[in-house]
């Protein structure tokens, strides 16, 4: 699987804002996973996001679906604001645009540059700036 099939495999609802924010950066990207994702996703009004929808600046509980089911919170980030030691990871990171737009209970696929895959569970969402009242962040 390449990872622009990854990305689509799930469906995904993304805020109309995160949509267009992310667009700037999928424009200078050849045929990249999040240009799928933005493609496909369904898309709505900040204020009428579920609150188990992971959008940008969420803090999320992941767990390995498969390993010892440990948590660990990751937050999705613009590239600018990533810090992956934090738990800060780039939206554009493989990572990064497996989680987005996915839902408590989902389990995010992706497959590395180096053609390593990974899937976590996402088990929690311990913060959303939407669910927030925050919906121009």
Avoid: F
């Avoid at 999320?60 to 810090?83: C, F, H, I, M």
């Avoid at 990871?89 to 989680?99: F, M």
């Avoid at 969402?125 to 669910?131: M, V």
């Amino acid at each position: 699987m390449t990872p622009d099939s990854i990305a689509v495999l799930a469906t995904r609802t993304l805020t109309e804002l995160d949509h267009a924010r992310l667009a700037k950066y999928a424009d200078g990207l050849p045929a990249s996973a999040i240009q799928s994702v933005l493609d496909n996703a369904e898309l709505v009004a900040p204020s009428e996001i579920g609150a188990d929808v992971v959008t940008m600046r969420s803090r999320v509980q992941v767990v390995e679906p498969a390993g010892e089911r440990q948590r660990r919170t990751l937050t999705l980030s613009y590239p600018s604001d990533a810090d992956p030691a934090t738990g800060c990871i780039s939206v554009l990171s493989p990572v990064g645009t497996a989680l987005l737009g996915l839902r408590v209970g989902d389990v995010a696929n992706w497959v590395a540059p180096d053609g390593s895959g990974g899937q976590l569970q996402i088990a929690a969402i311990a913060y959303q700036p939407e669910a927030s009242g925050e919906h121009l962040l």
